[in-house]
Structures are given as C-alpha cells and as structure tokens.
C-alpha cells in the first residue's frame, strides 16, 4: 500500500470521521443486520465498538457482516391485493458505520463527476429539482414529446466487474477497493437463517448503494449529454424531453441499446413509452398535461388507500399515537407535493384528510374520550394540512372537522336510538343464547359426589337418583371435572374420544390436572414448525413480541373500558387510571424499538421487562377499579390468600384448560412456545396464548363480580368455597359465550380463542401472518 493509498485510508478511518459517522446513523434510527446489535446497544459501548473498527480497518482484517434480507412491498397501501415487493439487504450497525465513513471521504470525489442530469440521492437536488428541470424543457425549451422509462430490477442487475471497474478508476485505492469489493460480494441471510451468495447487484438498504447507483449509471448520463438529449434522471427513472416524434424514437432506440451493451442492464416494458407532452405523461408521482402539473390518479388513490389504513389503525390506537402518525404521513405529502403542486391540486388531498379526521373523530366523541367540539379543536391543533393556509383558515378547515365530527356523532346517535329497541332486544336474546350455548358446550361440574354417565347419546349428571344436568353429546365441546370425588362413566370417556370431545381433570385450587385428548387431535405439520421455529429466532422473537403486545394492549383496553364509565361519576379514579393508562402505552411502544435480532433468549428479557413494567401499572389500576373494600394486595400467583387473587388463580385455570383445547385443536404442541421459556411437562405454549385474553375473559369477570357486591367466602381451608367457584366459573363462561365484533365479523370469545389458535398454526405454516387477538373497547 503506497503512501497516498493509506492517506486516503487513514481519513477513513480518523475518529473523528467515524465519530461523525456514527452520529448520522444513530439521527436515522435505523435498525437492520443479521449482527443482534441495536443502534442503542452500540451507542452504549460507542468508543470501544469505534476503536475496534478504527483498527479492522487499518489492519485490513475488516470484514462485513452479511445483510438481513427482506422483503417489503414496492407500494404500502396500494389497492392492489399483492403489490411487487423490494428486496432490501440490511447491514449490520458496525458495517452502517463503516460504510458512511467510506461515503463521507468518497462522496466528494464521485459527486464532482456526475452530471446536472442526475438528480436521484443527491445533496440539494432531488425529486423535487427533478420536477421543476422537467416543466422548464417542455416550457422553455419547447419540448413536446416524451420518452419515458424505468430500468427493470436495476439494484439487483447491476454486474459487479463493470462496477468495480469504474471504481477503479475514480478511487485507485487497493485498501478501499477491497472495502468496496466486501460489500458488494458479501452473501445475504433471509428470516430462516439461508444463506444467499451475492454475484451481482447492489443492496437496497446499504448505506453506500445510492452513490454506487449513480456511479453505475453516469457512463449513460455522459452519454446521453454527448448527444444533447434533454435527460432528466432519478435513480432508475427516467425521462427525457424531445421536440419530435422522430427525436423521440432515435432517442428510446440510444437508450435501451447503451443500457443493453455498456451496461447490461434493461429497460422495463412500459405500455407507452413515446408520448406527446399534450396528452399527458407522470414521472415521479406528477402528471404533465397541458403545461400543467398535476396529482397522478394512482398516487391519489394511493394517498386514499394510506389514510383508510391509518382510519383502522386509529381504531385500536390511543388518539395521541393515532394523530402523531398521521402528522408523519401528511409531513411528507406537504414537504413532497406542497413544494410542487398549485393550490387545486392539494386541496384533493386535503379533502381526503379531512374526510378521514372525521372519522377517526367522530368514533373518539362516540367512545367518549373526546367531548363536544372544543375537545375536538383541542385535540387537532397540531394539525396541519397540506395545502398551505393563513392561521385563520388552518382555525377554520379544524373548526370545519370539529362541526362535521360531533354532527356526525349525533346523527349516529339519533340514528341508533330509532332502532334500538328492536335491534337491542334481538341482540340482548342473541348474547343470551350465546351465554347458554357456551354453558351446555363446555359442560363444567363442580358438586363432589355427582356421577357423570350418559343416556341415550346425552350426558347425565345425577346425584343419587336426582338428575342435574342433562346435555345432548352432539353439542358437547368440552368436560371439565372441577373437583374431587366426582364419578365418572368410562363408557362416557369412550363416547368422548369417539367424538373427540377432551375431558378436563381440574384441582379446586385453581390447577389443570390432565387434559385427556383423543389422539386424533395431537401435533401435526404446525407442531413440527414450532420446533423449527425455536431455531428460527426470527419467527420465535416476531410471535413472543406479538403475545406480550396483545397483553398490555387488552389490559389497557380493559381498563378504557371501565374508565370511560368512572369519568361522570369518579372524575378523580378517572384521572388517576388515565396516568396509569398512558404509562402502560408508553411501555408497549418500547416493543417498536426491540433489538433487530434473532436471539430470542435476550428478546425474552426484554419482553418480560416491558410486560413486568406494565403489569405492575395495570395491577395498580385493577386495584383503584375494585375498590379499598375489597382488601386486593396486589397480584399474588402461587399460595395466595386474598379471595379476589384466588378467584384470579382459578380462572386462569379455566381458561388455561380452554386455551389448550384450542391449541390442540389446530395441531400444535402445547408445550413448545416462545414468549415463555420451555419448562417440562409444562405446557408453555397455552401460557403464551393466555396472554392476550386473561384480561378480556378473567380480569373483566372478577372485576365485575366484586365491584357489583357478589357473594366471595372462603371454606375451611381458607380457599374459595364451592359456591363461589360456581359463580366464578358462570362468571367466566358468560365472558367466554360474549359477542364481540371483530374483523368484519361477530364471534363469542370463546371462538376467536379457537381463531386465534388456528391463525398461529396458520401463520407457522407459512399460510397467514399473525396477529394479536385486541379486544375492542
């Protein structure tokens, strides 16, 4: 290595370089690599992680680490079912690092040979330039044909010898070449830990790979300029403006034979790629038409289609999270198209945005987390809209959406106060007959001494000659034994198995015994990918960290729920479950900024911190709801001696014995699960499961059996008395027999348990994404 290669290596590597380096990384916020290590981890240990690559790369012995692969869609929101995807290959923080300290020193240096042309990726250019070049060719320059195309799959075509080469040529640093040549031959790991060999193309995602693009793609920005063609190019877009048809045809025929010979690169099919300026063409999200520019129709309906998804979101967000989001999505249509488009033309947008603000609203004025206008007005005053406004008429277009909102909602109330009678007698008969029908489904018998038999295809429960229960088997889903000394008929169990109906053995202290299954119903192709899903963390960290948001969101949930009902009333608990409420929301967003890592024991501690930490603000909030009479100490799990934790303890147990059915039922192994460590014979998948409906199904019965002053006594032995665990566990099963409308649909929790155990089959079969089973509130 010569004297002016190292020169150009030490400035690489200078700790100030590298300070700088990683302080741009760490502003993007940017997780990403196969490495484990979190932006924040590596700024904890900043100046050894700093020394250490300083000495990698002066010694040479740097090496990358490969890139995560991913997939995204090209286009979120699009109304299209599949929208083609881009693949993106992550780099590891250290190699993040390493390459911005690279771009710094050589940006300069390749910058200075680029072209006007090329407006893609670079400092005080962008679309934006892009756009204005393009109204001065077809203004000032009287162009009026339009040759328009884009490069097919040009980050992935991009042949590495002719790059490298060009590389060379600019840089002429054996040290820094090997650098570059790392990167670009460096293989990518996708979620199931394959490893993929990288012989051509340059990542999407890499921190260089903008300027390498370029680079690629200058020797066609010269030679476009060689021939005076009036090139407006962004990234792998293209344009160029020309005064004839004639022009405009010799001009396609240039570009697509360079590409093809000196680049090997080729142009994607487009539907019309000469076009007259007066007719109309879009580049870059803008239409051209009539020396006009305009809102393109697609990404119109695209800015609609992202509005409608952030309508549902907001459904199941906290309002300050939902408007915070929303000021992200319009930042960037205001800063985009607001630098480029007339008055008119964002005044579309607008319309759309406010049409979805009211919405969004209208269902917080009906849930009663927000009141009247003026809580609306309040609520929307950071809002700002795309088109730019005077202050009074950003006061106006808010006032307008406040007017609409509460008119709305009174509408909707008027609304459904003509129809409640009828519809609310038809549903309180359907919640009835769902209640019923969970009771004689899932059949549970408490009375020592009984005899469980059968007859004539029912189920029997007698005591001495009195006859208790009886049950068709035909409707039977489940028998669960919840005490001892109960008998039972083993031509019964025979008829269960048979009909696949499992029997429940459960302990009056509040503990499943034995679940007897038939074993038709055991593990199956689901069961075996949970085994190869422990040793693909990526697929155990996505579903644990699923399993733990799903619990704080229901708990939270829960507790929205009896709040808005305390507010008139208990204004001073109201207050107090709000702090609670929004300490708990603030815990769960930390599961956005989870390490990006595969190592799901060091993703369970954390998990386990984030639920810990929000549990211990939920069990608080538990407390206020129940009141000072109830003598509630705080959770307590094993031995305890409170009456309102027992009840807890046994509910849990009913659901666990309902959990695992459910599990079961989709083919999976009970005791192979992700959030919660794998402990023998222990069945942690149902604990994992039970995570998100303990609230919904056992915290919201307890609750409201002790706030409405139910009988709660202890027996001799100081635990629940029979009496009390028959109403707990009516309690429950009139939980587990509610409507709830979900996903387009009304279904008893009990099903969407069921759902929920399906989907998580589904999903690690490959067939389905999953997601956390929010209870609405």
């Known amino acids: 290595?010569?004297?002016?290669?190292?020169?150009?290596?030490?400035?690489?590597?200078?700790?100030?370089?590298?300070?700088?380096?990683?302080?741009?990384?760490?502003?993007?916020?940017?997780?990403?690599?196969?490495?484990?290590?979190?932006?924040?981890?590596?700024?904890?240990?900043?100046?050894?992680?700093?020394?250490?690559?300083?000495?990698?790369?002066?010694?040479?012995?740097?090496?990358?680490?490969?890139?995560?692969?991913?997939?995204?869609?090209?286009?979120?929101?699009?109304?299209?079912?599949?929208?083609?995807?881009?693949?993106?290959?992550?780099?590891?923080?250290?190699?993040?690092?390493?390459?911005?300290?690279?771009?710094?020193?050589?940006?300069?240096?390749?910058?200075?040979?680029?072209?006007?042309?090329?407006?893609?990726?670079?400092?005080?250019?962008?679309?934006?330039?892009?756009?204005?070049?393009?109204?001065?060719?077809?203004?000032?320059?009287?162009?009026?044909?339009?040759?328009?195309?884009?490069?097919?799959?040009?980050?992935?075509?991009?042949?590495?010898?002719?790059?490298?080469?060009?590389?060379?040529?600019?840089?002429?640093?054996?040290?820094?070449?090997?650098?570059?040549?790392l990167w670009l031959k460096m293989g990518t790991v996708d979620a199931r830990g394959h490893w993929r060999d990288t012989d051509r193309g340059i990542a999407q995602g890499g921190v260089l790979s903008p300027l390498l693009a370029n680079l690629y793609l200058h020797p066609f920005d010269a030679a476009m300029t060689d021939r005076r063609a009036r090139l407006v190019r962004y990234a792998d877009d293209l344009l160029l403006l020309c005064?004839?048809?004639?022009?405009?045809?010799?001009?396609?025929?240039?570009?697509?034979?360079?590409?093809?010979?000196?680049?090997?690169?080729?142009?994607?099919?487009?539907?019309?790629?000469?076009?007259?300026?007066?007719?109309?063409?879009?580049?870059?999200?803008?239409?051209?038409?009539?020396?006009?520019?305009?809102?393109?129709?697609?990404?119109?309906?695209?800015?609609?289609?992202?509005?409608?998804?952030?309508?549902?979101?907001?459904?199941?967000?906290?309002?300050?999270?939902?408007?915070?989001?929303?000021?992200?999505?319009?930042?960037?249509?205001?800063?985009?198209?607001?630098?480029?488009?007339?008055?008119?033309?964002?005044?579309?947008?607008?319309?759309?945005?406010?049409?979805?603000?009211?919405?969004?609203?209208?269902?917080?004025?009906?849930?009663?987390e927000l009141r009247g206008k003026q809580g609306v007005v309040t609520a929307l005053a950071g809002l700002v809209p795309v088109c730019r406004r005077s202050p009074a008429e950003r006061r106006a277009y808010i006032a307008d959406i406040a007017h609409q909102a509460v008119q709305a909602q009174r509408a909707s109330s008027t609304q459904a106060r003509g129809a409640r009678s009828v519809a609310a007698a038809v549903r309180g008969r359907k919640r009835r007959h769902a209640r019923r029908m969970v009771s004689s489904a899932e059949l549970v018998v408490t009375t020592p001494g009984v005899f469980v038999g059968r007859r004539d295809g029912r189920v029997v429960v007698r005591e001495g000659r009195k006859l208790l229960v009886e049950v068709p088997l035909r409707m039977l889903a489940s028998l669960t034994l919840a005490h001892h000394g109960i008998g039972v008929s083993t031509d019964l169990l025979a008829d269960c198995a048979t009909a696949g109906i499992p029997v429940v053995l459960l302990e009056p202290p509040g503990r499943v015994v034995s679940v007897l299954q038939p074993a038709a119903g055991e593990p199956g192709a689901a069961g075996l990918r949970q085994l190869e899903a422990l040793h693909d963390g990526t697929v155990a960290v996505m579903l644990a960290t699923s399993f733990c948001r799903g619990k704080i969101c229901n708990q939270?949930?829960?507790?929205?729920?009896?709040?808005?009902?305390?507010?008139?009333?208990?204004?001073?608990?109201?207050?107090q479950l709000d702090v609670l409420i929004a300490a708990m929301i603030r815990i769960r967003d930390e599961l956005k900024k989870l390490p990006n890592t595969a190592d799901m024991t060091r993703v369970r501690g954390l998990l386990m911190s984030i639920e810990g930490r929000a549990a211990s603000r939920y069990w608080d909030a538990f407390g206020l709801l129940l009141g000072a009479d109830a003598g509630f100490p705080g959770r307590r799990h094993q031995d305890a001696e409170d009456p309102v934790n027992q009840m807890l303890n046994y509910g849990y147990a009913i659901l666990q014995s309902r959990v695992q059915l459910a599990l079961l039922r989709a083919g999976l192994n009970p005791q192979v699960s992700f959030l919660h460590a794998l402990q023998p014979g222990k069945p942690t998948l149902v604990y994992d499961l039970m995570e998100e409906f303990r609230a919904q199904v056992v915290d919201r019965a307890v609750l409201g059996l002790v706030r409405l002053g139910g009988r709660v006594v202890s027996d001799a032995n100081g635990g629940l008395d029979l009496d009390t665990r028959r109403v707990l566990i009516k309690r429950v099963q009139q939980r587990l027999g509610a409507l709830l409308r979900l996903r387009g649909g009304e279904l008893k929790l009990a099903e969407v348990i069921d759902s929920q155990a399906r989907l998580l089959a589904a999903h690690l079969l490959g067939k389905q994404a999953y997601r956390p089973f929010a209870a609405p509130w």
């Not at 939270?556 to 207050?575: D, G, H, I």
């Open 556 to 575: 939270v949930n829960l507790l929205k729920y009896f709040r808005k009902y305390r507010n008139r009333v208990e204004p001073q608990l109201a207050a």
């Open 1 to 181: 290595m010569n004297k002016q290669n190292s020169e150009l290596l030490r400035r690489i590597a200078d700790p100030t370089n590298l300070h700088q380096a990683w302080f741009r990384t760490e502003s993007k916020g940017a997780q990403g690599g196969t490495e484990g290590l979190s932006v924040e981890a590596f700024g904890n240990d900043l100046d050894r992680h700093l020394q250490r690559l300083r000495n990698e790369l002066l010694t040479e012995r740097y090496v990358p680490d490969p890139l995560q692969r991913i997939e995204v869609p090209k286009h979120p929101g699009s109304p299209q079912p599949r929208s083609e995807a881009r693949v993106l290959g992550l780099p590891s923080v250290r190699d993040k690092v390493a390459q911005e300290a690279v771009r710094s020193v050589l940006a300069p240096q390749l910058e200075a040979r680029f072209l006007p042309c090329s407006f893609g990726y670079r400092r005080g250019l962008g679309p934006q330039r892009a756009i204005r070049q393009v109204s001065e060719y077809l203004t000032k320059r009287r162009c009026s044909w339009a040759v328009l195309a884009d490069i097919d799959d040009f980050f992935g075509s991009v042949d590495h010898s002719l790059l490298l080469a060009m590389l060379a040529e600019a840089v002429a640093d054996a040290s820094v070449l090997r650098l570059l040549s």
């Open 243 to 368: 005064r004839s048809r004639q022009e405009a045809e010799r001009t396609l025929t240039a570009v697509e034979g360079f590409l093809r010979e000196q680049l090997r690169l080729r142009l994607n099919v487009h539907p019309r790629p000469v076009a007259p300026a007066t007719e109309g063409f879009v580049f870059l999200g803008i239409r051209f038409e009539g020396g006009q520019r305009l809102l393109d129709t697609d990404r119109l309906t695209r800015c609609e289609q992202r509005l409608a998804d952030w309508t549902q979101r907001a459904a199941n967000e906290d309002l300050e999270s939902a408007l915070k989001a929303l000021d992200n999505i319009v930042g960037g249509w205001r800063r985009y198209y607001g630098a480029l488009l007339g008055a008119g033309q964002l005044q579309h947008i607008d319309a759309l945005l406010k049409d979805a603000v009211v919405r969004v609203m209208t269902a917080a004025l009906q849930r009663g």
